[in-house]
């Protein structure tokens, strides 16, 4: 089995959880409004909002699975995927990553 995290947002504190193998690590954090303001721009730029609702790439049956939901002021995006991502996705994972003070998120 691979990799596993998870993000979490509740009243303002992020939850990070991250399995690699036997490692495991978990966080809270707080991020800043900049922060906040940074991460919204990012996704803006990214055009997340337009991502489709599924990625499924059919001729495999095992690997990566993914889902994402999220609602941000006035937009909101519910996603998923089996082995198949949307073209913009390694930098939503990068956004993430950096949201999360440089923590592993992939």
Sequence with gaps: MGPSYEVMLYEGVLTYSGIDGSYQTKAILIPTQEQWG???????VLNIWDWCKSYIDRNCNDGTQWSLDIAYGDRKLRANGSNSYPETFKGYL????KLLGGRTFR
């Design 38 to 44: 940074e991460f919204r721009n990012t996704l803006d």
């Design 94 to 97: 990068a956004a993430i990553e």
